[in-house]
């Protein structure tokens, strides 16, 4: 439950904690009861894989619409923490503008209550984009109650997948996926949450986008994927993602990259953690493309 009318003092994320892949320990900012931690934290890393999926998102969802001849598009966004993709995707907004939205000293001086009482009423206005209709995912409930508060989400799954199972309330919410999403959230997700999903879904089999960071093998989602009839492709030019957070961070990274024999020279050497953009579509519904 959301204590709403908590306010903050405390601003710095401590960045000191590695988890067992080499990145940055966040938990405490994804389970705040409200973005502005988040925001403030992933603002002073210039997080900004949210601004390069975005391209690669709305292709996806138009492909899809041309395809199934559907108007609107039903996403699961993986990971979605306080809604962030569905605000850039569904309002004339960019991640600059979300950022400053909750950093801004304004924003600072409200209680979560009054901060969700702003944002409700700024996203009942219109959104510019009419035709997606955001469902989150993500471990944290904090995040997904105040994206679904504020209305930036239609409908939420709290879910663990990496060690529970599927429940009956949850398959009946993503059985009906059109599309999946995620941006950074593959490592805390592996395959073991996307085939919970993929399975649930069968045989319709949702669309994908996905950012992967390079530090992750890309090995085992693209087999899954493969092998579930999935066509994949890979952007050839990786992204950025964010800045290391640390020193520590970017050793341990620099290291894992090694060990999977990739050459980090002019990108995580300089400073940033990169990612590759990563679509799946079902490989009949390429074929089809081709052939009509
Ligand atoms: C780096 S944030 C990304 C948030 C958002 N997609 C963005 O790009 O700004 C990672 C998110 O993954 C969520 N997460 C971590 N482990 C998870 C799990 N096992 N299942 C679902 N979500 C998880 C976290 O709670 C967090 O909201």
New binding site residues.
């Given amino acids: 439950m959301i204590n709403k009318h908590y306010k903050r003092n405390s601003s710095q994320a401590d960045t000191s904690e590695l988890d067992a892949t080499g990145k940055t320990v ?2 405490d900012i ?2 705040a009861p409200d973005p502005r931690s ?1 925001c403030e934290a ?1 603002q002073a890393l210039d ?1 900004t ?2 601004k390069h ?1 975005l391209p690669m998102f709305s292709d996806l969802f138009q492909d899809y619409r041309e395809q199934s001849g559907k108007e609107s598009v039903r996403v699961l ?6 809604g ?2 569905a605000a850039l995707l569904r309002f004339d907004l960019g991640l600059s503008d979300l950022y400053q939205r909750y950093t801004s000293p304004e924003a600072q001086a409200l209680t979560t209550s009054e901060l969700m009482q702003r944002d409700r009423s700024d996203y009942c206005l219109q959104p510019t984009e009419k035709t997606v209709e955001m469902v989150g ?4 409930a904090p ?1 997904l109650q105040y994206a679904q508060e504020v209305g930036l989400i239609v409908d939420s799954v709290q ?5 529970d199972e599927v429940t009956t309330e949850q398959s009946q919410q993503l059985e009906n996926t059109d599309c999946i999403i ?4 593959i490592g ?2 592996t395959t073991t ?1 996307l085939e919970k999903i993929i399975d649930v879904c069968t045989p319709h089999l949702p669309w994908m986008g996905h ?1 992967v960071l390079r530090m992750f093998s890309l090995q085992q989602l693209t087999t899954l994927l493969k092998e579930r009839g999935y066509d994949v492709d890979i952007a050839p030019e990786p992204v950025p993602q964010r800045r290391f957070a640390s020193h520590e961070e970017q050793t341990q990274v620099l290291s894992r990259l090694h060990e999977l024999g990739v050459d980090p020279t002019g990108l995580e050497d300089q400073g940033w953690l990169y990612a590759w953009l990563i679509t799946a579509t079902p490989a009949v519904a390429r074929a089809e493309q081709y052939y009509n």
């Avoid at 995620?182 to 959230?185: E, F, H, T």
């Fill in positions: 966040f938990d994804y389970t988040y992933m997080y894989i949210p999926a966004d993986l990971g979605s923490s306080y962030i993709n995912f993500d471990i944290s995040a879910a663990n997948l990496e060690v995620s941006s950074g959230c805390y997700v949450t950012c």
